[in-house]
């Protein structure tokens, strides 16, 4: 065990004994969980929606590289990275979906920068949506927010530099790697950054994938109100909107193990101040977790029949210029 999982560890044990310690009062023993099962079916459906979306979004990415690749196939790579993204750290679902995609192009960069794409892109969407909801946020009045604010525009402004002008931050590591010569990984830097310019060139592409990059947020944000509906809370979707983002975003800072605690300490800081009781809001983190890791079962069903039959995941081919 490294130190950086001890440290992590430790920061999810004291989340969950503050968290512990914040419902003691109220008897978790006694909650009566009641399920929707019609709500449960259209979580399901969402999920199916939010799948294709972010899929096509893939397709579209690596379609501009000149490489043609079936749609139910990035699905199915789509799916089991989903399912590892879950419950390992989040980079080992996307060093997977690079993986399964080079392995058939034999172009690494290219399988990296189209993954590495589908990330920034959705970072930027998922920075769109809290910079939109931050004012409504500390009007209900989580001061808070303010204190993160400058961060949060910080790195939206750093994602929007970045994508929107690859050439001139390629041309700085290039600098950089040649004042530096010993820090090697500038060069590749240098490399992936100029490979990235492809993407960016054409605005009409960017701001396509884009908006399918905040389609699939906003779906997950629906999903996460359909889950709220199944256990029979009754919010107004407005708050789902509105916190959705926040807590998405503050689950990824990777300080804990995979979230665990900072993922429940978000939802009773922002739900309990708009009709939930911590008990009630912890539930509805457990249980969106819980459905999450459902819905991206049928990632672990590919994976482990891609391995028993040791058939390719995808057949991809290239396009005539």
Known sequence: MTKKTVLKAVVSITAILIIVKTISGESITNYNLKLSFSYLASVFLV?????????????????????????????????ISNFFAQVTPIIVGDSMRAYHLSKYTQEKMNSIGSVLW??????LAQMILILISLPFVVALGYKFILTVAFLIVSVFILLAIIIMNPSEVASLILKLSRLHKKLHFLHYLEKFSVHMMEYSRNKKFFFIVLLLSILDHLTRIVACYLISLSIGFNLNFFYFLIFTPIAMMVQMVPISLGGTGIREGTYMILFTKVGLSSVEALVLS??????T????LPGLYFFLAGTKSGSKIAEIKYQSD
């Open 286 to 291: 457990i249980f969106t977790y819980i459905m």
């Open 47 to 79: 999920s199916l929606v939010n799948m294709g979306i972010i899929t096509y979004k893939w397709q579209l990415i690596i379609h501009s590289n000149k490489v043609a690749i079936g749609f139910f196939n990035l699905v199915k790579v789509y799916y």
């Open 293 to 296: 890791i459902i819905t991206t």
């Open 118 to 123: 589908v990330r920034l892109t959705g970072f």
